[in-house]
């Protein structure tokens, strides 16, 4: 759906956005993360066409955004940070206007003008002008205009900045929604809101990609193991005992928390489940257990350890970054890795064969 290729915009000496390339497919929601100055609202005005970058492409259903301008932004509805609202019109008035510039059908506009309003909640709001509404009624008039005309890619910039609690749940359960028949790319600084609406996250640092995979995916990417904690009624040396019969365990650590139960961290490899297998050892041990939990770092531990190069000098941003590169790019590289070896095989057996 959106194909970003080698994107770089320079001003100056500085890079605003540095080589930066990513893929997002049909039907998903992606939430864009990255600290202040990383790039973020740079390269989401020139995947909208409202910035020319400095070099590489950007591709919109096949419509490159350099040659087939139109074709591209036909396909795009955009919230920018500040919602492109004029104040001396109505929200009606302001609808109609954007509706015109969409070139919705006539006959259509009052249709579909009317749908979005009843979707962001302003439908009773359509005759005040613009100036007397909340900023969060801004927000909601801006987000109905990025919906006018279903675009098959929705771009929002902080959409739920101004919103109250009861607002943003409401902004949240819609842009969820939306998925259904759009592609939804997502700016937040709130990271809790990014990790319960999206399916996808890509995190940019220095305007380069820095990861892009599921929740789940970048807690694996961060960790490389599971850690699983348990707690069990007995003894440290019962426990004990049944761990040393899964060969899956690769680290443990307990604690004595009571007189009757003890408490267990316990490091598997990346993608091994054990849970099933240490329930029933501990059944038949006869070692109740009490809790068992998979514990796992939040998105903002693994946020503050991708982009916090002041902290880590650089070095553990840098190290981070090359070991957490796109999904795509890892199966390839993991790819390539195995030919290269089947290569050297088949070297070796030649040689042997001399």
């Known amino acids: 759906m959106i194909e970003v290729s080698h994107l770089v915009k320079k001003y100056g000496s500085h890079y605003a956005v540095n080589d930066l390339s990513f893929r997002v497919e049909k039907g998903q929601i992606y939430g864009f993360l990255g600290p202040n100055g990383a790039g973020k609202s740079t390269t989401m005005n020139i995947i909208t066409g409202y910035l020319a970058p400095t070099a590489g492409e950007v591709k919109i259903n096949g419509h490159d955004m350099m040659k087939e301008p139109e074709e591209a932004k036909r396909c795009i509805g955009y919230l920018p940070e500040m919602p492109p609202v004029y104040p001396d019109m109505t929200v009606g008035e302001y609808l109609r206007f954007a509706a015109q510039l969409k070139r919705i059908p006539s006959g259509k506009r009052e249709e579909s003008i009317e749908e979005v309003m009843k ?3 302003i439908l009773d709001m359509k005759d005040r002008l613009i100036r007397n509404l909340s900023k969060g009624y801004k ?7 990025a919906l ?4 098959e890619v929705i771009i929002l910039d902080e959409p739920t900045v101004g919103l109250d609690p009861k607002q943003i749940i409401e ?9 259904d028949k759009h592609t939804v790319i997502l700016s937040s600084h709130i990271l809790s809101e990014v990790s319960a609406i999206c399916d996808q996250i890509l995190i940019i640092s220095k305007g380069s990609l820095a990861a892009c995979d599921t929740p789940e995916g970048l807690t694996r990417l961060i960790t490389g193991e599971e850690e699983l904690e348990i707690t069990v009624k007995g003894t440290p040396e019962e426990l004990q005992s049944v761990l040393d019969g899964l060969e899956e365990i690769e ?3 307990l604690e004595k928390i009571s007189e009757t139960q003890t408490k267990a961290v316990i490091k598997t490899g990346e993608d091994c489940d054990i849970r099933e297998k240490l329930f029933y050892l501990l059944a038949d041990a006869r070692l109740p257990l009490m809790d068992m939990h998979v514990t796992a770092k939040s998105l903002e531990d693994i946020f503050l350890e991708l982009t916090d190069s002041e902290k880590n000098t650089g070095e553990k941003a840098g190290e981070a970054g090359s070991r957490k590169k796109l999904r795509l790019g890892r199966k390839k590289e993991e790819a390539a890795e195995a030919e290269e070896s089947e290569e050297a095989q088949e070297g070796t057996d030649n040689d042997s064969d001399l």
């Open 119 to 121: 979707m962001t909640r």
């Open 139 to 145: 927000q909601r008039v801006g987000l109905s205009q």
């Open 148 to 151: 006018l005309g279903s675009p």
């Open 171 to 179: 902004i949240r359960d819609l842009i969820k929604s939306l998925k």
């Open 251 to 253: 680290g443990s650590s």
